[in-house]
């Protein structure tokens, strides 16, 4: 009578449906990173910088344009001797070309700030979401650079429906481990 009772309890384990795990609910957010970087003090405190540097460069500028403009007369003036209009020649070519350094100078060290201000920014922006995000129990964090869903100028904007189109949609920011499963997928694909 005791193996019967074995027997039954064994059949009944490998018979019985198979509980299904419970519902996993993952929690996502989204964020409008243009939004949070143009509110962010460090931004704008660069942009008061970068403007300050763009008009330092554009005084340059105008100061070597005005050079320029007064060598430029000086070698097509009539009345002055062909040694003074070659010279004066001579001299604007050299001020064009510093203009011309000038202007690659400033496009160059512009450039390098911005970049450099930028990779800090997002940087700032990344770590604070990580943090947010496992305090608040959040998996997945995708950001976005758009117009609130609800604001009402953004379906009357051509150029921001434009750009909509042409985006890409909402990008990784922060994710739970667990959360990319384009290596499993990866992996499903190559059994087939």
């Not at 070659?86 to 512009?110: H, I, M, P, T, V």
């Not at 922006?125 to 995708?142: C, G, N, P």
């Amino acid at each position: 009578m005791l193996a019967v009772g074995l027997v039954v309890v064994v059949s009944r384990s490998w018979s019985a449906p198979k509980a299904e795990p419970p519902a996993r609910r993952t929690r996502v957010a989204v964020l409008n990173v243009s939004q949070v970087i143009k509110s962010y003090a460090k931004w704008k405190t660069f942009q008061a910088h970068f403007k300050k540097d763009v008009e330092r460069y554009e005084e340059e500028a105008k100061e070597l344009k005005a050079q320029v403009d007064s060598l430029a007369k000086d070698s097509t003036a009539a009345d002055a001797p062909a040694a003074q209009r070659e010279q004066a020649e001579e001299k604007l070519k050299e001020a064009k070309r510093a203009l011309e350094d000038l202007a690659a100078k400033a496009k160059k060290s512009l450039a390098e700030k911005q970049a450099k201000q930028y990779t800090e920014l997002y940087g700032d922006v990344r770590h604070a979401v990580a943090k947010y995000a496992k305090a608040h129990d959040l998996e997945l964090v995708l950001q976005y650079n758009d117009m609130f869903a609800d604001s009402p100028e953004g379906d009357k904007n051509p150029l921001g429906i434009q750009r909509r189109l042409t985006t890409d949609g909402c990008l990784p920011l922060y994710a739970a481990d667990g959360m990319d499963i384009s290596k499993d997928i990866i992996f499903a694909m190559g059994q087939h």
